[in-house]
Each structure stands twice: as C-alpha cells, then as structure tokens.
C-alpha cells in the first residue's frame, strides 16, 4: 500500500464522517416515515427544517456537534503528540457549548456530554465524571483516535479510547460503541475489506465492554453482529430500491436509532452491510452509506456521520463526490479536514 493510498484513507475518514452528519442534520429527531414523506432516500443537503426541534434553521450543508467534537478531539490528539489531556477536553468542550449557546442550538449536545460538562465544571475532570455517559457522544467523535492509532494490537487501541472517553463516557456500554468505530476505521485505514472491517470491531467492541462503569445495556458486539446479519436477510432479494427499503426498515424497527449507544452504533455498521448488500462493494462508496445513514430518521446524523467515517477509510476520500465535499467545507470555514487527516497519521506513523 502506498503512502499516498494511506493518506487517502484518513481523509476519507473525515470526510466522510463530515458529509455523514450534514446529510443527517434536517432529518435527526424526525421519523423513518416522516423522512420519506419530506424527502424520500436523501440525495442532496437540505437545511435544517424550521419545525426542527434540534437543528431549525441551519443552513444546508452545516455540521453539527459530531463533527466539531470530532474535530476538537483531532486537534487535542496532535497537539498532545497522541494523547487527549482531560483538563484540555473539557475546556475546550465547555467552550463549544458556550459556543453553541451563543448560536442558538446548544440543543445540539448530547445528554451525556452535557451532564458531564456540568460535572467538569463543578468538581474538574475526574474518572466519574463520565461516570453515567452512555450515549453515543463517545462513538461520535472517536474517528480521529482510529487515524492516530493502529487497530494491532488492539488492547493499545482500546486504551487511547478510554483514555480519550472517559471525561464525558466512561461506561462499559459507550465505551465498547466508541471503540468499535475506532477499530473499523482503524482496520480500513490498513487496507482491511468489510469483512475484516466489522470483526475487527466487534472485537474492539467486546474489549472496550471490560472497561469503564458498567451500566445496564445489552452487549453492542452481539447487537452489532446480529444487526448486520439481519440486514442481509431481510435485504438480499429484489431491486436496489426494494433493498433499501427493506433494510431501513429493518434498522428502524429492530436494530434501533436513537442515540443509545447499543442501537445507534450496531445501526452504523448495519448500513455499511446494506450499503454492500445493495451494490457488492458499496461500503466503500462513503456518498452512498452516508444516504442511506441520513434516511433513517432517529439520531441518523450521528449514525451517518459514524458510518461514513468507516466507509471514507474503506473507500478514500476520492469516493466522495468532489461537489459534497466543497459545499460542506463552504458551509463550515475553518474545519480543515485534509491537514488535521494528515496531523493524525503522522502520529500512527510514529507508533
């Protein structure tokens, strides 16, 4: 593989999880049927409806708090040569929140992240700050650790998620979520296919279940095996279009998509399979899994933006259309994706 492939891979990775969530942005909250009604399988960037009761009013293309808390954990990883300082997380998501507040949708953050702020605020960061974070606040934003870290051995990827996590989500259930995005995007980013892809993180997934709180929630490994086995089954016969249909469906209504960790991360990797399953090699198309995540309804920003993050490692971020990418960095100056990729593999080159 050679180095220029490799870096390709980490863009996409940013890239895609960019696209994923400006593409989710208009139809998070609303339901699976409400999203077909208002705009059918999500082919372009919509702004965000005025009725929205999380994002009204943002323009088209616009990012929300999985891609700039993404972002901010990038740039804390390089600037602590690989290691995400607590203190320095917190200050610098305290600073979003007031960031977002004075922009009129602080609504965009999570529970979990929230309550963890508060937490940080009042005593510092400490271990039991995340202590009842177990959403998919972890999962969201654990790309960047994915690019800075080689997914061998995995117990040293494991370690960079907790350690990375655990001020806002320092459950075994959010931290299992977290580490299997990173060790997908991981694995991608060495050349891995699809196959190796969905071991690789459901591995990941049961190591990082051993670590943090525990908190009642089922098993995300065993929740994200079966999700993609249910999507094949009930996707493997018909047209694309009939495909898509059933597996949305089948997403929506068993696998989950709100912003549990335990439904919206097995969903991600659901939509990777039915991205393949509707085309033999469509996980790779990053543009089409982030459609596809976007359709849901339910946290789809979230689960497009987890998705397409594995999927631009997978595919590059040439699998992008040019286009999407340009409206996307125009709607949001100053996220400088392709040099933060960069930051980050010279760190994993290091290791």
């Known amino acids: 593989m050679t180095a220029a492939t490799v870096r390709d891979r980490a863009r996409g990775a940013l890239w895609g999880l960019a696209v994923g969530d400006a593409l989710g942005m208009p139809t998070e909250g609303l339901s699976r049927a409400a999203v077909l009604v208002r705009y059918g399988l999500v082919d372009r960037f919509h702004p965000g409806p005025t009725d929205s009761e999380i994002a ?6 616009h990012v929300t708090d999985d891609t700039d808390q993404a972002v901010i954990v990038g740039r804390l990883l390089v600037a602590g040569g690989g290691r995400v300082d607590h203190a320095d997380l917190a200050e610098e998501l305290l600073a979003w929140q007031e960031r977002m507040q004075a922009a009129g ?24 700050s995340g202590r009842w974070g177990d959403t998919n606040g ?24 907790v350690t990375t996590s655990e001020p806002t989500h320092n459950t075994h259930v959010a931290l299992a979520g977290a580490a299997a995005v990173a060790a997908g995007v991981s694995t991608a980013i060495d050349g891995g296919n699809l196959a190796a892809v969905l071991d690789a993180a459901a591995l990941a997934a049961r190591a990082g279940a051993e670590r943090g709180f525990h908190t009642t929630a089922p098993s995300v490994a065993a929740r994200l095996e079966n999700a993609v086995r249910l999507v094949r089954a009930e996707a493997g016969d018909g047209d694309p279009e009939e495909r898509i249909d059933a597996g949305c469906e089948v997403i929506d209504e068993v696998v989950g998509t709100s912003m549990a960790t335990q439904e919206s991360v097995p969903a991600a990797f659901a939509v990777l399979a039915l991205a393949d399953t ?24 979230t689960i497009a933006a987890m998705a397409g993050a594995v999927s631009g490692a997978l595919g590059g971020v040439d699998a992008l259309p040019a286009a999407a990418r340009e409206q996307v960095a125009a709607a949001n100056p100053g996220l400088a994706l392709d040099a933060l990729a960069d930051d980050l593999l010279a760190l994993r080159d290091r290791r």
């Open 278 to 301: 509707v085309r033999p090699g469509g996980a790779a198309d990053p543009w089409l899994v982030c459609r596809l995540g976007a359709s849901l309804g339910g946290d789809s920003d």
């Open 105 to 128: 949708v602080a609504s965009l953050l999570g529970p979990s992240t929230r309550r963890a702020l508060e937490s940080i605020r009042a005593d510092g960061p400490s271990p039991t």
């Open 138 to 161: 972890a999962a969201m934003r654990i790309a960047p650790v994915g690019i800075a870290v080689p997914g061998r051995p995995l117990a040293t990827l494991v370690d960079a998620v």
């Open 56 to 61: 009204p009013g943002l323009p088209a293309a």
